[in-house]
Nanobody, 129 residues
Framework: QLQLVESGGGLVQPGGSLRLSCAAS????????IGWFRQAPGKEREAVAS????????NYAPSVYGGFTISRDSAKKTAYLQMNSLKLEDTAVYYC??????????????????????WGQGTLVTVSS
């Protein structure tokens, strides 16, 4: 059974960078689309990025487009979210998720509608001066 564990969160100043990792166990990530989500205090969960199962298609929420990059290293069974030019409003708990849906056109906003096979436990990112 696929399990996901996030890491890499922490405290960073505005304008800084962090790279979040999502390590898989129980299965490889090659057969899964990956989604990254975040939830800020008092707000609903927001989808921020997605990567299709083939790895050929990425999608980003407008709020992070140009600053965040989603990727996957199949050999390491790990997905990543590179976050650059971080802003105060990027403060949130970040979660990764995996879906066995192989739709190439999967996008972040509707990722959950395709079915989620596993969620990570979350990692806290705090952007503060």
């Amino acid at each position: 059974q696929l399990q996901l564990v996030e890491s890499g969160g922490g405290l960073v100043q505005p304008g800084g960078s962090l790279r979040l990792s999502c390590a898989a166990s129980g299965a490889t990530l090659d057969s899964y689309a990956i989604g990254w989500f975040r939830q800020a205090p008092g707000k609903e969960r927001e989808a921020v990025a997605s990567l299709s199962a083939s790895g050929g298609s990425t999608n980003y929420a407008p709020s992070v487009y140009g600053g965040f990059t989603i990727s996957r290293d199949s050999a390491k069974k790990t997905a990543y979210l590179q976050m650059n030019s971080l802003k105060l409003e990027d403060t949130a708990v970040y979660y990764c998720a995996a879906s066995s849906n192989r739709f190439e056109g999967i996008i972040a906003a509707t990722f959950e509608s395709h079915g989620v096979d596993a969620w990570g436990q979350g990692t806290l990112v705090t952007v503060s001066s």
